[in-house]
Nanobody, 115 residues
């Protein structure tokens, strides 16, 4: 199993970024996929989730209306579009899924929102 995040970087407040997570080694289209984030000194939190076929999504209250999650099962990739970014969105963002009680994580991608 491999999850590889990309697309992070430094962005000014109000800006946008699109994160990608390329998955391999498992039946990607069969699993709900999640994006988590962890800010310095804080616990990892669930940001967004998307069902296996993409028909259902959920978001943390802190990002509702600003972030969208999508997936391309033909490309084994899940995306997180982040708009109207704020300094409090600064964190390492991780792609995740669960299988038979085990959690699988990517290496994370740093998002820094600063002027």
């Amino acid at each position: 199993v491999q999850l590889v995040e990309s697309g992070g970087g430094l962005v000014q407040p109000g800006g946008s970024l699109r994160l990608s997570c390329a998955a391999s080694g498992f039946a990607f289209s069969s699993y709900t996929m999640n994006w988590y984030r962890q800010a310095p000194g804080k616990e990892r939190e669930l940001v967004a989730a998307i069902s296996s076929a993409g028909g259902s999504t959920n978001f943390a209250d802190s990002v509702k209306g600003r972030f969208t999650i999508s997936r391309d099962n033909a490309k084994n990739t899940v995306y997180l579009q982040m708009n109207s970014l704020q300094p409090e969105d600064t964190a390492v963002y991780y792609c995740n899924f669960q299988r038979r009680g085990s959690y699988y994580w990517g290496q994370g991608t740093q998002v820094t929102v600063s002027s």
